[in-house]
């Protein structure tokens, strides 16, 4: 699954860097608007069309698979927990609130400072080329997933979102478990943006690109 993810993330990433820059998480732009690499406005702009392509993204998704392939992997969404049945009754496994937050800030501040600001520093980007960095950047996500999901071996948890309009699409579509503690995964992805932005003070930032 996690190289998967690693290959679709570098396609998209390609597609969309002519046009929007490789914006297709809301997680980049954020942290792209707190750096000072792109104005808030059209960060709040890409973050909209990345929840509207998510939302899409499930309904399409939705309309192609069987309801058994859409219930057993949820549509492609993210969830901490799931409910299974047990000797008693119907069983709720998963993983915990703050074990699911910790690791949802941590792997996003990870995916910024491995991957994202490779791209965002212009003598990186320049040195390496943009298929490299495109390709980087898909990697380190791949892995980021799964590693998540190995650390934690918890059923029920489909890795770290890192990627909130991937998360709201299939929730908004399907609902259901979904929705549970959906809150976590566009908590976290914002925590770790203000700690990039605050790191990102550390360092010299002239070689950062600027979205005009």
Known sequence: MSTLVAITITILLLATFPISGGHINPLVSFAAALTGIASFSRAAIYILAQCVGGIFGALALKAVVTNKIA??????????NVVVPGPDGLVEIGLGTRQALWLEIICSFVFLFASVWMA????QAKALGRVTV???IGT????LVF???????QKGYAGAGLNPARCLG?????GGHLWDRHWVFWAGPAIACVAFAL???LIPSQNLH???
Do not use: E, M, Q
Request: aromatic share 8%; glycine share 8%; net charge positive.
């Open 120 to 123: 965002f520093d212009s003598r």
């Open 210 to 212: 600027t979205i005009k």
């Open 170 to 174: 299939p929730a908004l579509v399907r």
């Open 140 to 143: 380190v996500l791949g892995l």
């Open 134 to 136: 495109c390709i980087v």
């Open 71 to 80: 219930h057993n992997f949820s549509l492609g969404g993210c969830t901490l």
């Open 147 to 153: 590693v998540s999901t190995t650390v934690t071996a």
């Open 199 to 201: 790191y990102t003070k």
